[in-house]
């Protein structure tokens, strides 16, 4: 199984970037996916998750309103399009998967987890 997080990248606030993260080796459909980041120092938080079929989304307040996740489980991607970047968004962000769609916020219930790509966001 693997996860392939890629699109990060150095903008301005206000700028926009989508991510994105391809798996491989294993039923993608059957799994919820979510992004989480880690700034410098911090824990690795939860930014948003996508049920298995994309029908139910659920965002950290942090971001709601600014940015999106979406799948594509024909291509056996998820997404995370992100808007009105500020700096405190800088971070890396990863990808993760797991079986069920419950427990989102805690890093211990994700089966899988992509490498990373690093968010950076200048003022």
């Known amino acids: 199984v693997q996860l392939q997080a890629s699109g990060g990248g150095l903008v301005q606030a206000g700028a926009s970037l989508r991510l994105s993260c391809a798996a491989s080796g294993y039923i993608f459909s059957g799994d919820a996916m979510a992004w989480f980041r880690q700034a410098p120092g911090k824990d690795r938080d939860f930014v948003a998750a996508?049920?298995?079929?994309?029908?139910?989304?659920e965002y950290a307040d942090s971001v709601k309103g600014r940015f999106t996740i979406s799948r594509d489980n024909a291509k056996n991607t998820v997404y995370l399009q992100m808007s009105s970047l500020k700096p405190e968004d800088t971070a890396v962000y990863y990808c993760?998967?797991?079986?069920?769609?419950?427990?989102?916020?805690?890093?211990?219930?994700?089966?899988?987890w992509g490498q990373g790509t690093l968010v950076t966001v200048s003022s």
């Open positions: 996508i049920s298995p079929s994309g029908g139910v989304t």
């Open positions: 993760a998967a797991k079986r069920f769609y419950s427990a989102l916020y805690d890093t211990n219930t994700y089966e899988y």
